[in-house]
């Protein structure tokens, strides 16, 4: 839906301004507007006040009196006359009712009370399959079922996903349900931590409404059908369903066990300076010779129940994605020789050369959990050794629960505002995976029209060992500074595995970076003090024993860094915390 389509434009207008002034200044305020941005965007009734819009989700007191002085100013500044608060149109009405219901005797008319209808959730919605997946259970069941349990029974009762923002404008999943079914009692919630859920005795007669509603009985019979001798319970569903793929993506998901790659890049020994590397004569692809192809990793999905979401969509964007296991990132761009033997002839291997573009993707709330396990951290430093000069970081603006969204904001403002500015990756905000595949599609439009036009200059494989790749690239970039040089997708793939080409080095970085508060950075620079786990171990044990010698343990990485600046600087309770572990043999 256009923003013209809107039923209150000028309303919507005016929160867009708002929400495109937060996202430059990368406010906390973000989520606020996006949501009364989207809900608003998506009502199709019309307001004749901005107070009437806090029944919508986002729009509070604050919000809908900024939008009132705003619409005040715009009546003013054009001769209209400002609309009646609803609160004064409701007083006006109570008082005229009031009269009217007076009879001559000065007696009121009694109204008619409606019996309330009975509660039936819609087809195929996250209450109706959350009702049928716990009717399952038997009446007099002793326990109930935990979510993941239930998402699993009542995902084929829904057209909406239980795990997945559901699409085109809301951020909520299918089980946000659960509020509803908990507040109109028909559901049991019992157990803390491991929540439990099953159907009150209201719940099981909502349940029953549904088996004996004719209308339902139309339902998919291959996965969703009632049988007939349930005996008052609905079947049991299996516990595992899977969605057939279609059969591009069977074709294409032939090509995933590529990641399955020797090592074919041998460690080799240090580089002291420039004259240690290696001197080649590249392999040159003229303009034209070539394409450029979105590489895709199989795992990015939309849903367990369904995987094939982003391929099919990019597909009907005009991009076929190539799907694959891929060693780092969600997504990269490769080029594909039209002689699929020119790279074998000189020197390479294979028939695809990695391009300098890759993107991690990344939900709200994937990105909160990977602050908190350290993750973030240790993929953005595989990217950086991987060589790739332009990395793209795809944050989705999911809605979060917002009480444990508040107690990792600030970690989640400045893992954004430290990957922009210290890594100086580029990082797109998007506020559903449909937009992020709209994302990926224009860059892969656009990286066909520049690259294809290009001479591509390959590295020979034959050339190449993990000491010399990154120093290499650095050096071809001051010398020849109006060219780029690439490697092949094997070659790539092989030093960038997580295990194929795991060093010491590496295994050394990822010990140290499992302590929180060691950034990259940090791993870096005190492997270079203490070349390996042994020598560190040892360092810590010259500190001798008793209370000197721990103070000595406490202070020892600090003695050695906390001269250093920024980032790569280690303050004393750091330093301890690294003796603690270290230190204690």
């Not at 002793?142 to 239930?150: A, F, N, R």
Request: with cysteine.
């Amino acid at each position: 839906m256009e923003d013209a389509a809107c039923a209150n434009p000028q309303l919507l207008a005016w929160v867009k301004e708002w929400l495109d002034l937060a996202r430059e200044r990368n406010s906390k305020g973000i989520t606020t507007y996006k949501n009364a941005y989207d809900s608003l965007k998506a009502c199709p009734l019309t307001f004749q006040h901005p107070a009437e819009l806090q029944q919508l989700k986002g729009f509070g007191p604050k919000l809908c009196g900024r939008l009132e002085e705003n619409l005040k100013k715009y009546c003013h500044e054009n001769g209209v006359a400002m609309p009646e608060h609803p609160q004064t149109r409701k007083a006006a009405q109570r008082a005229q009712n009031s009269g009217a219901l007076e009879d001559d005797e000065g007696s009121k008319t009694t109204k008619k009370t409606r019996k309330p209808k009975a509660y039936v959730p819609v087809f195929r919605s996250g209450a109706y399959a959350l009702v049928v997946g716990l009717s399952t259970l038997a009446e007099d069941a002793p326990t109930g079922m935990t979510k993941s349990e239930l998402i699993e029974i009542a995902q084929p009762h829904c057209d909406s996903s239980f795990t997945a923002p559901s699409d085109p404008t809301k951020f909520y999943t299918a089980w946000n349900s659960m509020k509803t079914l908990l507040q109109k009692e028909l559901v049991y919630e019992r157990g803390r931590p491991l929540r439990k859920y099953s159907l009150t005795d209201e719940g099981w007669e909502v349940a029953k409404r549904i088996k004996n509603n004719c209308e339902l009985q139309t339902e998919d019979k291959e996965n969703h059908s009632f049988g007939s001798k349930s005996g008052g319970r609905l079947p049991e569903i299996p516990s595992s369903i899977h969605r057939q793929q279609s059969p591009v993506a069977e074709v294409e998901l032939q090509e995933a066990p590529r990641s399955a790659l020797p090592s074919l890049i041998p460690e080799g020994s240090s580089i002291a300076d420039a004259s240690s590397l290696p001197t080649f004569a590249p392999i040159r692809l003229p303009p034209g010779s070539f394409s450029v192809h979105l590489l895709l990793d199989v795992r990015e999905v939309r849903a367990k129940t369904d995987r094939d979401y982003m391929q099919e969509e990019l597909t009907k964007q005009g991009v076929k994605p190539i799907m694959r296991s891929l060693e780092l990132g969600d997504a990269q761009w490769i080029a594909k020789p039209h002689d699929p033997s020119l790279l074998a002839r000189h020197g390479s291997e294979g028939d695809e050369i990695v391009l300098d573009w890759i993107v991690e993707r990344k939900r709200l709330d994937d990105l909160v959990g990977s602050i908190k396990d350290g993750r973030f951290h240790e993929q953005k430093f595989r990217l950086k050794r991987s060589g790739v000069k332009k990395v793209i970081y795809i944050i989705e603006d999911i809605a979060m629960d917002p009480a444990s969204f508040q107690r990792y904001e600030e970690s989640v403002q400045s893992a954004i505002a430290s990957t922009q500015v210290f890594n100086r990756y580029f990082v797109k905000r998007t506020s559903k995976m449909d937009e992020t595949i709209k994302y990926l599609a224009r860059m892969t439009n656009m990286l066909q029209r520049t690259y294809e036009k290009r001479q591509l200059n390959v590295i020979p494989t034959t050339v190449l060992t993990a000491q010399n790749y990154i120093p290499l690239l650095e050096h071809l970039a001051q010398k020849d500074t109006g060219q780029s040089y690439y490697i092949s997708y094997s070659a790539f793939a092989s030093m960038a595995s997580k295990s194929d080409m795991m060093t010491l080095r590496d295994v050394y970085l990822k010990m140290l970076m499992a302590t929180k508060g060691i950034t990259g950075e940090r791993a870096i620079e005190i492997q270079k003090r203490w070349k390996t786990p042994c020598e560190l171990v040892k360092a810590f044990g010259a500190c001798g024993l008793g209370e000197a010698g721990q103070k000595r343990k406490q202070e020892l990485v600090f003695n050695g860094m906390g001269h250093l600046f920024g980032r790569k600087k280690i303050a004393k309770p750091l330093s301890q915390k690294i003796a603690e572990v270290w230190g204690d043999s």
